[in-house]
């Protein structure tokens, strides 16, 4: 049984409005470098859960500049929450998102209770912390993430080492008739200004809520234990240890992979020179060298967190897989 806390104000709001101002002004960025020939609609309607905007939106957004800052305000909420005086390091999974109200996937989508299916956060099999953060208030408007009362975890159990969760999207999508109802009686939701945070471990079933009538921003990300990243697998390890080495790095190679080469040099001309691991450069460019880009109309939207960072293990992975 996991449990969800909420940090109050641990984050000045001068902060979170400069990630707030940041968001927006990165949103607007891609908008202008690849989709100005569709309306603003079409665009929120392709910048939404891991489609390849909304990756390409936060591989540019999340600098080492800005993580370290986060994790400075954080570690002595991480480390009393964890009851240990650990350091923690950054887990490669970390989203901006911006849900747009009235903007779905499918009609089940809309129809559903839920944005977000309930489920548990895992990173790579390595224990580690959530940490959700609103750039914005958080109301009954906006929608946000949700935990649910101990009731729930009997028909959304933690999934054991290995397994995977009992929902994605598209399952929860075809069960919302006869999950919802519960689901519904047991939330637990929390309004949030701008400076709090909500952090849980990886025994939390947690989704989110719909945006009503207000767009919700939020930035979400794991911390992971030092510790248990020395106990990781090598893969796992190689991962942690290279978003430690340069996060703007392995950004600016996500956002090359992506197609988005104006992005990925920007962050490529401001990397210092120990940043350059030369390995990692010829990825780099292989990947510049090719043609396609987010702007093509063919594109496939949904990105599976599983497809990226593949090119860490040396598989120079064909755009094909992400431009079908
Ligand atoms: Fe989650």
Excluded at 115 to 142: Q, R
């Amino acid at each position: 049984m996991g449990q969800m806390r909420l940090l109050k104000g641990v984050f000045p709001q001068s902060f979170v409005e400069e990630l707030r101002h940041a968001a927006d002004k990165t949103s607007e960025d891609v908008y202008k470098d690849y989709f100005s020939n569709r309306t603003r609609e079409e665009f929120n309607g392709i910048h939404q859960k891991e489609s390849v905007v909304s990756r390409i939106v936060t591989f540019r957004f999340a600098s080492t500049a800005i993580l370290l800052r986060i994790k400075d305000y954080l570690a002595p909420q991480l480390r009393d929450f964890h009851g240990s005086r650990e350091d923690f390091m950054l887990c490669p999974l970390f989203y901006l998102r911006f849900c747009q109200p009235g903007v779905f996937l499918s009609k089940e989508h809309e129809k559903a209770f839920l944005y977000t299916e309930p489920h548990y956060d895992t990173a790579y099999g390595v224990f580690g912390f959530s940490i959700w953060v609103p750039l914005e208030e958080i109301n009954e408007s906006t929608g946000g993430l949700c935990g649910f009362s101990t009731h729930v975890s009997d028909v959304v159990p933690a999934p054991l080492k290995g397994e995977k969760n009992r929902y994605n999207l598209n399952e929860y999508l075809s069960k919302a008739h006869e999950v919802d109802p519960l689901l519904k009686s047991e939330i637990v939701q929390y309004a949030l200004k701008q400076g709090d945070a909500l952090v849980f471990d990886p025994q939390t079933v947690h989704g989110a809520t719909k945006p009503r009538s207000r767009r919700r921003l939020s930035f979400n990300f794991r911390f992971v234990p030092a510790s248990q990243v020395r106990n990781a697998s090598p893969t796992a390890k190689r991962l942690f240890d290279a978003i430690e080495k340069s996060l703007n790095l392995c950004n600016g190679i996500n956002l090359a992979w992506l197609g988005d080469r104006l992005g990925a040099s920007r962050v490529f001309s401001g990397l210092s020179p120990q940043e350059k691991d030369p390995r990692l450069m010829d990825i780099a460019a292989h990947f510049l060298s090719r043609s396609a880009a987010p702007g093509q109309a063919d594109a496939r939207w949904n990105l599976h967190w599983k497809q990226e960072y593949q090119w860490l293990a040396g598989e120079n992975q064909d755009v094909s897989n992400v431009y079908a």
